[in-house]
């Protein structure tokens, strides 16, 4: 199933948003008692000698300098929430879809993964490693030797052919040179994004699904190196959702932009 994750990004939002609002509070008040305190002090002054006004007026730039730096937070805020929803509608196209992701976790999902290497020249022999998420090794394949770019896929089977279940696993490539050196290989491996998630922290993030929870391998679209129109395997009630969920981050998106406008154009 696909699915947009949107809870942790909303409750995110909750605690980033009452920083700026938190912010203009606790400076009203002080601004507040100042102004009691500078009137009491206004008001029993010698008149032989006054105050020296320069003090007060220095804090009150300070105040104003405050003020403005909690304005800016709050631009800010908004300006994070904007990218965020931004992220979160362009997310929502990859989910179903089979992506390429550059690194070394391998994704084993409906009993198959496939995986790719790329050597930047010929070696003697080349060995792919399968581990499973604890580090331990289950199967190794052998793969050509020639240089260049080579795909492969694994049918979930350990060395001894019992069926693994799916979850995360990891590959390790690895290749030796003619004189015995070892080659350096770059890889990639392939997965169905089940999942859009986005937090503040982290913010938008791809996941693949695989096998129990805890086994999802999760990415930042920068990972992504293609993507596989899987459109036909995904059903109606699968596309039906997705864009239900793309028309309400894309409506969000639309009112934070107008808030954002209205700001903007109240502090001209």
Request: proline content about 1%.
């Amino acid at each position: 199933m696909t699915t947009v994750d949107n809870a942790a990004a909303a409750a995110n939002a909750a605690s980033t948003g009452t920083g700026s609002s938190a912010g203009k509070a606790t400076l009203g008040s002080n601004f507040n008692t100042f102004l009691t305190m500078l009137t009491t002090q206004l008001k029993h002054q010698d008149p032989l000698s006054p105050m020296d006004s320069t003090q007060f007026t220095n804090q009150l730039v300070q105040f104003s300098s405050v003020e403005q730096q909690i304005n800016a937070n709050s631009n800010l805020e908004k300006l994070i929430k904007l990218q965020q929803t931004s992220q979160t509608s362009q997310g929502i196209s990859y989910l179903g879809q089979t992506v390429e992701v550059a690194g070394t976790d391998l994704p084993l999902q409906d009993g198959a993964a496939s995986l790719s290497y790329t050597l930047p020249k010929e070696a003697r022999d080349v060995k792919i490693q399968i581990k499973d998420s604890s580090g331990t090794l289950v199967n190794t394949a052998t793969g050509e030797t020639s240089s260049g770019r080579h795909e492969m896929s694994w049918n979930g089977k350990d060395s001894s052919g019992t069926q693994l279940g799916d979850g995360r696993y990891s590959i390790s490539v690895v290749a030796t040179a003619a004189d015995g050196s070892a080659i350096t290989a770059t890889s990639t491996t392939f997965g169905r994004i089940t999942k859009v998630t986005n937090d503040a922290t982290n913010g938008s993030q791809l996941v693949m699904g695989a096998g129990t929870k805890g086994n999802d391998i999760t990415l930042t679209m920068d990972k992504v190196v293609s993507v596989n129109d899987n459109t036909a395997g995904v059903n109606s009630a699968q596309v039906a959702a997705a864009n239900a969920q793309y028309q309400a981050a894309l409506a969000q998106l639309q009112a934070l932009q107008a808030a954002a406008n209205n700001t903007g154009s109240s502090s001209q």
